[in-house]
């Protein structure tokens, strides 16, 4: 089975504080992704990345940057917290396959408060 | 630009009944795939099943069977013999020659007994 892990589950934060949200997968998958989920609004991508080292941005990347520096791992990285930023973040990976059918496995998801 | 719509911010049914969740997406690309997932209260996404827009027969996964329409541009979820596990929220989702997924709001359904 796909795994998906993400490294925090809950997290309280202050306004202004840098902040890491760290993923790993265990499948050798090339695609990883970030999304933001808000009620009312769905899942929102933050950013993508496709291999080590590339990224691209996503529909919301204000306010965020990533880190893609080994193929298994991907970090969400807020330089500076804001508490517009309270949401839950959630994780993906997916085989690269520029085709539609394509499943995108997520993790649990990070709970993240900033006051 | 690709969009997914979904227009039922929530849903009843009453165990052991059908229920259909809505989905318009809209792309003016003739390759896409649509897919279904699952969000119990624990937050994790759960993939339930997906129609590709060249699939000639509507796709089906156990309860699951997802009602493509492509002239109408709709992908409804339709779930058979609810059951008080199938209570969560569901999201609609899209890709189009891209490994990029976009979401719809999501329906939150609630099963009753």
């Known amino acids: 089975d796909v795994k998906v892990t993400q490294s925090s589950r809950y997290l309280v934060k202050r306004t202004g504080e840098k902040v890491f949200l760290e993923c790993v997968q265990d499948?050798?998958?090339?695609?990883m992704f970030w999304y933001r989920q808000d009620p009312g609004l769905g899942l929102r991508l933050i950013y993508f990345?496709?291999?080590?080292?590339?990224?691209e941005k996503g529909d919301i990347p204000e306010g965020y940057s990533v880190s893609r520096e080994k193929k298994e791992r991907f970090s969400l990285i807020l330089e500076s917290a804001s508490t517009n930023q309270t949401s839950m973040y959630l994780c993906?990976?997916?085989?690269?396959?520029?085709?539609?059918?394509?499943?995108?496995?997520f993790g649990e998801g990070s709970w993240l408060t900033v006051v | 630009a690709q969009k997914i719509t979904q227009t039922q911010p929530g849903m009843f049914v009453q165990e052991k009944e059908a229920v259909t969740l809505d989905c318009t997406y809209d792309?003016?690309?003739?390759?896409?795939?649509l897919f279904w997932y699952k969000q119990p209260s624990s937050g994790e996404m759960i993939f339930l099943i997906y129609?590709?827009?060249?699939?000639?027969q509507n796709a089906t996964e156990g309860r699951y069977s997802l009602n493509f329409q492509k002239a109408r541009k709709s992908a409804n979820l339709v779930i058979s013999a609810s059951q008080l596990g199938d209570s969560a929220m569901y999201f609609c989702?899209?890709?189009?020659?891209?490994?990029?997924?976009?979401f719809g709001t999501g329906t939150r359904l609630q099963v009753f007994p």
């Open positions: 993906a990976s997916s085989l690269l396959r520029g085709q539609r059918r394509n499943t995108i496995y």
């Open positions: 499948m050798d998958h090339e695609n």
């Open positions: 990345s496709y291999d080590v080292k590339m990224k």
């Open positions: 792309t003016s690309d003739p390759s896409y795939g």
């Open positions: 129609q590709g827009s060249y699939d000639q």
């Open positions: 989702a899209m890709n189009a020659n891209t490994d990029k997924l976009i």
